[in-house]
């Protein structure tokens, strides 16, 4: 049977249903999936693993690359069961993922007592202004690593 789009965001959603009745983690799944496999399904595991960035999404990213052993999801598309975060719609792009479906928004997360809305406002901010210290320190050498980098030979482009 072809499964749908509505079949891959109710499997995230059982996916963070579940999360939440084994007390695994938040509220969130997430599916990958590549020409109608489910290559990666997870939910958020920040709680027990104590890992602040085990969203669900991050984690079904970090599950496809490792199986598929590639770091470019450029063939895959992702369900999530709620609006991507900051961090996690900034993971998607990295991996390349074109597509994205999700369910609840970043709305119906505030109101469960998960507002990302800080995080907006910080990013458009003045580094000056944000709630986050950031001092920039210009050291001699500052750019050695990017200067190995453009000299490297067999370097992998990502």
Known sequence: MNKTVKDY??????????NCKTGNGGPFGAVI???GEIIAEC????????DPTAHAEVNAIRQACKKLNTFDL???EIY???EPCPMCLSAIYWAGIPKLYYAATKHNAADAG???DFIYKELAKKEADRTL???????????APF???KNMENKVEY
Request: glycine share 2%; charged share 25%.
């Open 33 to 35: 999936v590549r020409n």
């Open 114 to 116: 998960f507002d990302d």
């Open 147 to 149: 200067v190995a980098w």
């Open 74 to 76: 450029s063939d895959c």
């Open 9 to 18: 965001l109710q499997r995230s959603i059982d996916i963070a249903t579940n």
């Open 43 to 50: 939910g958020n595991s920040v709680t027990t693993t104590n």
């Open 133 to 143: 210290m950031s001092k920039h320190i210009d050291l001699e050498d500052h750019d």
């Open 80 to 82: 999530a069961s709620c």
